[in-house]
Each structure stands twice: as structure tokens, then as C-alpha cells.
């Protein structure tokens, strides 16, 4: 069974509304499976719109000495 990938949003791994998935193929190699891969369409593209427009208004109310420590502890420790 190959690796099932799914949509990052809001903070979390969720399927496409659809729930359908798509094969990705290596074309050196068509028997060779890499992945199924969310057909997410406009309502997975709204939810990750609003999602993000949402994570900006916190974000930036955050002063920048304090975005950046976040990020560099981020970089150390990963997510």
C-alpha cells in the first residue's frame, strides 16, 4: 500500500471534501506507486484560504523580536 497524502489545514491533516484521491506515478517507472494525492477542489481551497487569512491576523498582532524567536526555535526543534 503506497503513502495516502492528505491537505494541511487549520493545523491539521485532513482529506479532501471530495474524499477522492489521484495517483502519482514515477514516469521513469509507471508500475512505480509514489503516492495518492488529494483532488481537493474550490471548497478545500476556500476552507485553506480562510484558514490562513485567520492564522495572519493572529501572526502579525505578535511583535517581530517575538516571530522571530518563534521561528528560529522552530528551525531547532523542527515543527
Known amino acids: 500500500m503506497s503513502e495516502k497524502?492528505?491537505?494541511h489545514?487549520?493545523?491539521q491533516w485532513v482529506e479532501p471534501d471530495s474524499g477522492e484521491f489521484f495517483e502519482n506515478?514515477?514516469?521513469a517507472?509507471?508500475?512505480?506507486?509514489i503516492g495518492l494525492f488529494p483532488d481537493s477542489g474550490a471548497s478545500?481551497?476556500?476552507r485553506a484560504v480562510r484558514s490562513a487569512q485567520e492564522g495572519f491576523k493572529l501572526w502579525s498582532r505578535v511583535p517581530a523580536p517575538e516571530?522571530?524567536?518563534c521561528l528560529r526555535s522552530?528551525?531547532?526543534n523542527g515543527p
Open 9 to 11: 489545514i487549520d493545523g
Open 25 to 27: 506515478r514515477s514516469p
Open 74 to 76: 522552530c528551525e531547532r
Open 5 to 7: 497524502f492528505l491537505n
Open 44 to 46: 478545500d481551497v476556500d
Open 67 to 69: 516571530r522571530g524567536r
Open 29 to 33: 517507472n509507471h508500475s512505480d506507486l
